[in-house]
């Protein structure tokens, strides 16, 4: 079944420590994104992509990386985690902006 | 700065009912305004997308309007069932997706 997976599901993650969320997407989008979710404050895009070999910066990409060496895959790096990174984390594709975005399952990751 | 603004944050209807939910934009810039569905510890759903040129999209029972003028879009679910149940998100697309935090609806049967 086509579509996005992200790994792991979950984590829990010592502050300081350096972790990377997988993201890999099978229908050739162009596009890509990274976005974290919050208790009431929605979903906020943290990096994106608009093609392999390029990265952009959302809203809120500050502590986090991202790379794009092709267009199945997008992962988000946290290179030294704390706590205000604890969050469920989403990403996403499109064939390009501003199409219609297909989601991931989501990560949630603790940081103690 | 774009801001969405979803209303009401949570709403219970008994299963049949006609609904309206309500997702307000403050620069009406946009180039779309998308719909979502997430159910809880799940992703993010497309439902529908409304190009800033259109008026209206249907997908079965779901009617999705925009108004860019008054930066408001409305999505009309009809003949609700206990299925529907889920966090229905709007976002608006200017430069980039920003996302409304969503309104949490059930339907009791």
């Known amino acids: 079944i086509a579509g996005i997976t992200q790994a792991p599901t979950s984590q829990i993650l010592a502050a300081g420590r350096r972790m990377t969320l997988r993201c890999t997407q099978d229908m050739r989008h162009n596009a890509m994104y990274w976005y974290r979710q919050d208790l009431g404050l929605g979903l906020r895009l943290i990096h994106y992509?608009?093609?392999?070999?390029?990265?952009g910066k959302g809203e809120v990409p500050d502590g986090y990386s991202v790379s794009r060496a092709n267009t199945d895959d997008f992962p988000l790096t946290l290179a030294s985690a704390v706590p205000s990174q604890t969050s469920v984390y989403f990403c996403?594709?499109?064939?390009?902006?501003?199409?219609?975005?297909?989601f991931g399952p989501g990560t949630r990751l603790t940081v103690l | 700065k774009q801001e969405v603004t979803q209303i009401p944050a949570a709403l219970s209807v008994p299963e049949g009912e006609n609904l309206v939910l309500n997702c307000s934009f403050t620069d009406s810039a946009i180039y779309n305004l998308q719909w979502f569905r997430q159910d809880p510890g799940k992703g993010l759903t497309s439902l529908l997308l409304?190009?800033?040129?259109?008026r209206e999209q249907t997908s079965g029972r779901l009617n999705a309007s925009l108004d860019k003028s008054s930066g408001r879009s409305t999505l009309y679910i009809a003949a609700s069932q206990p299925g529907d149940s889920a966090t229905y998100l709007c976002a608006a697309y200017t430069d980039k997706l920003i996302f409304g935090t969503g309104t949490r609806l059930q339907v009791f049967p």
């Open positions: 996403a594709s499109s064939e390009g902006s501003p199409l219609r975005q297909f």
């Open positions: 409304i190009q800033s040129s259109q």
């Open positions: 992509s608009n093609t392999a070999g390029t990265t």
